[in-house]
C-alpha cells in the first residue's frame, strides 16, 4: 500500500465561503472525493512539497495568545446564541493569524460534513493541543460548550503568563552570555594577535597558558567559517536530542537537578501546570481517567509524565490520587496532602485550583531569586573569563621583565 501525501487545497462550501486547508490522500482525486464528500467543491489541489511542510511548521505557528483569544471569542459569541458554523466563520474572518484562519475553515468543513467540533478539533494536534480537545469534548457532551471554552481560555492564558515570566527572567543572563561571547570573540581576533607580533620580537619560549590562547585565536581567525557553522549545528543537534524519546528524559531530569535554584524552577513550573492542566480538566466534567491520561501527556516534563502513568494505574485498579502521588519524589508533601483533603470533601477541581495559585506564586519568587543569583555568576563568569587571557597574555611580559633584573 503506497504512503499517504499531502495535498493543500482550495474548495468553496454550499454558500461561496472559501476554504483552504490540508489532506491527506493517496492521490489528489481521493482528495476532491474526500471534499465532495463533506460538501465541498474542489478549485485547486496541490502536493506539498516535503521542503514547505517543514517550513509551515517553523514559521506559521499558531501563538498562544491569538488562539486563547479565538477561543474567549467563540465562546461569546456561541453565550450570545449564535450557531457553531457562524461563529466560527465570523471567528475565521476577525483572527489575523493565517495559520489559524486555515486551520478553522477546515474545522468548520469537518463539522459541516458531520463531524463534532471536538473531533473536528482533534484532527489538528499541532493547533488544539490533548487537554484543549478533552475539555471540548467534555463541554459538548455535557451541554456546556460555551463555559468549556471559557476554561480552555483561560488555561492558555495561565500557562502563556506562566512561560512568558520564565522566559523573561531568562532575557538577562541571555544578553549577559552574548555580550561575554562577543567580548572572547573580539578579543582573540583583534587583541591577542597584537599580543602575539609583540611576541615574535621578544623571542624565547611562550608558557603553555600563552601559546594555549594564541593557538585558539588563529584558529578562530584562520577557521571563522567552522565557528560560524558549529555553532549553529550544535545548537540544532542539541534541540533534537532533547525533543527525542532518548534525550528528553534525560534532560528533563538533569533539568530538575540543576544547581542554582534553576531546579528548583524548573520544578516549581511542572507543578504549577500540572495542578492547572488537572484542575481544570476535572471542573471541564472529564472523567478522572482521562484527565489524569491527558494531564500526563500534556505535562511538558516526562518525570511528571511517567508519574502520571503510574497514577493512572493505580487510581484504575481502585485506589486514590493522592496515594499514589506520595509515592512519587517530584510531588511534594503539600501537593500530596492537598489533593488528599481534595479527595475526601468532593472538592478536588478547586483544591487543585489552589495548588496551582500557590506554585504559580512560588514561581515568581522563585524566579526574582534565580535572577538574583545569576547576576553574581554571570559577573563571575566574564571576570574569569578576561582576567585568565590577561594572565595569559602577560606571563611572557613578566618573563621578559625577570630576564632583565
Given at each position: 500500500?503506497?504512503?499517504?501525501?499531502?495535498?493543500?487545497?482550495?474548495?468553496?462550501?454550499?454558500?461561496?465561503?472559501?476554504?483552504?486547508?490540508?489532506?491527506?490522500?493517496?492521490?489528489?482525486?481521493?482528495?476532491?472525493?474526500?471534499?465532495?464528500?463533506?460538501?465541498?467543491?474542489?478549485?485547486?489541489?496541490?502536493?506539498?512539497?516535503?521542503?514547505?511542510?517543514?517550513?509551515?511548521?517553523?514559521?506559521?505557528?499558531?501563538?498562544?495568545?491569538?488562539?486563547?483569544?479565538?477561543?474567549?471569542?467563540?465562546?461569546?459569541?456561541?453565550?450570545?446564541?449564535?450557531?457553531?458554523?457562524?461563529?466560527?466563520?465570523?471567528?475565521?474572518?476577525?483572527?489575523?493569524?493565517?495559520?489559524?484562519?486555515?486551520?478553522?475553515?477546515?474545522?468548520?468543513?469537518?463539522?459541516?460534513?458531520?463531524?463534532?467540533?471536538?473531533?473536528?478539533?482533534?484532527?489538528?494536534?499541532?493547533?488544539?493541543?490533548?487537554?484543549?480537545?478533552?475539555?471540548?469534548?467534555?463541554?459538548?457532551?455535557?451541554?456546556?460548550?460555551?463555559?468549556?471554552?471559557?476554561?480552555?481560555?483561560?488555561?492558555?492564558?495561565?500557562?502563556?503568563?506562566?512561560?512568558?515570566?520564565?522566559?523573561?527572567?531568562?532575557?538577562?543572563?541571555?544578553?549577559?552570555?552574548?555580550?561575554?561571547?562577543?567580548?572572547?570573540?573580539?578579543?582573540?581576533?583583534?587583541?591577542?594577535?597584537?599580543?602575539?607580533?609583540?611576541?615574535?620580537?621578544?623571542?624565547?619560549?611562550?608558557?603553555?597558558?600563552?601559546?594555549?590562547?594564541?593557538?585558539?585565536?588563529?584558529?578562530?581567525?584562520?577557521?571563522?567559517?567552522?565557528?560560524?557553522?558549529?555553532?549553529?549545528?550544535?545548537?540544532?543537534?542539541?534541540?533534537?536530542?532533547?525533543?527525542?524519546?532518548?534525550?528528553?528524559?534525560?534532560?528533563?531530569?538533569?533539568?530538575?537537578?540543576?544547581?542554582?535554584?534553576?531546579?528548583?524552577?524548573?520544578?516549581?513550573?511542572?507543578?504549577?501546570?500540572?495542578?492547572?492542566?488537572?484542575?481544570?480538566?476535572?471542573?471541564?466534567?472529564?472523567?478522572?481517567?482521562?484527565?489524569?491520561?491527558?494531564?500526563?501527556?500534556?505535562?511538558?516534563?516526562?518525570?511528571?509524565?511517567?508519574?502520571?502513568?503510574?497514577?493512572?494505574?493505580?487510581?484504575?485498579?481502585?485506589?486514590?490520587?493522592?496515594?499514589?502521588?506520595?509515592?512519587?519524589?517530584?510531588?511534594?508533601?503539600?501537593?500530596?496532602?492537598?489533593?488528599?483533603?481534595?479527595?475526601?470533601?468532593?472538592?478536588?477541581?478547586?483544591?487543585?485550583?489552589?495548588?496551582?495559585?500557590?506554585?504559580?506564586?512560588?514561581?515568581?519568587?522563585?524566579?526574582?531569586?534565580?535572577t538574583s543569583i545569576l547576576e553574581p555568576i554571570m559577573i563571575v563568569f566574564i571576570g574569569s573569563m578576561v582576567g585568565f587571557m590577561i594572565?595569559?597574555?602577560?606571563?611572557?611580559?613578566?618573563?621578559?621583565?625577570?630576564?632583565?633584573?
Open positions: 500500500m503506497s504512503r499517504p501525501l499531502t495535498f493543500s487545497f482550495r474548495a468553496v462550501d454550499a454558500s461561496g465561503g472559501k476554504v483552504v486547508g490540508e489532506l491527506e490522500s493517496e492521490s489528489r482525486d481521493g482528495v476532491v472525493e474526500a471534499l465532495r464528500g463533506r460538501g465541498l467543491l474542489a478549485l485547486e489541489v496541490k502536493e506539498k512539497v516535503k521542503s514547505k511542510e517543514v517550513n509551515a511548521d517553523l514559521f506559521s505557528r499558531v501563538k498562544v495568545e491569538d488562539l486563547a483569544l479565538a477561543t474567549r471569542q467563540l465562546s461569546t459569541m456561541i453565550n450570545s446564541g449564535l450557531a457553531l458554523m457562524r461563529a466560527l466563520t465570523v471567528l475565521e474572518s476577525q483572527t489575523e493569524s493565517k495559520k489559524l484562519k486555515e486551520t478553522l475553515a477546515t474545522v468548520r468543513s469537518d463539522i459541516q460534513a458531520g463531524a463534532s467540533l471536538s473531533n473536528a478539533l482533534a484532527r489538528h494536534p499541532k493547533v488544539f493541543s490533548d487537554l484543549y480537545v478533552a475539555m471540548i469534548r467534555a463541554g459538548e457532551t455535557g451541554g456546556f460548550l460555551e463555559d468549556a471554552l471559557v476554561r480552555v481560555a483561560d488555561q492558555l492564558e495561565a500557562e502563556n503568563r506562566l512561560r512568558r515570566q520564565v522566559k523573561g527572567a531568562m532575557v538577562y543572563p541571555a544578553v549577559v552570555f552574548t555580550v561575554a561571547i562577543g567580548v572572547l570573540v573580539g578579543m582573540l581576533v583583534f587583541i591577542i594577535p597584537v599580543f602575539a607580533g609583540v611576541f615574535k620580537q621578544f623571542g624565547g619560549k611562550l608558557p603553555a597558558l600563552t601559546l594555549l590562547i594564541m593557538h585558539v585565536s588563529n584558529f578562530v581567525r584562520d577557521y571563522w567559517y567552522v565557528v560560524v557553522l558549529g555553532i549553529p549545528a550544535l545548537a540544532f543537534a542539541f534541540h533534537r536530542w532533547k525533543g527525542s524519546a532518548r534525550g528528553r528524559p534525560i534532560w528533563d531530569r538533569l533539568r530538575l537537578k540543576a544547581p542554582a535554584k534553576i531546579g528548583t524552577v524548573v520544578q516549581k513550573v511542572a507543578l504549577a501546570r500540572w495542578s492547572r492542566t488537572l484542575s481544570s480538566l476535572t471542573t471541564a466534567g472529564v472523567p478522572t481517567l482521562e484527565a489524569i491520561d491527558v494531564t500526563g501527556r500534556t505535562a511538558g516534563n516526562t518525570v511528571v509524565e511517567n508519574a502520571m502513568r503510574t497514577v493512572h494505574d493505580s487510581v484504575q485498579s481502585g485506589g486514590t490520587i493522592a496515594s499514589a502521588l506520595g509515592r512519587e519524589q517530584i510531588f511534594p508533601g503539600l501537593v500530596t496532602n492537598m489533593v488528599r483533603v481534595g479527595e475526601e470533601t468532593g472538592a478536588l477541581d478547586s483544591t487543585l485550583a489552589k495548588v496551582a495559585d500557590f506554585y504559580e506564586e512560588q514561581v515568581e519568587v522563585a524566579v526574582k531569586a534565580l594572565i595569559a597574555m602577560y606571563l611572557p611580559m613578566f618573563d621578559v621583565y625577570n630576564q632583565i633584573h
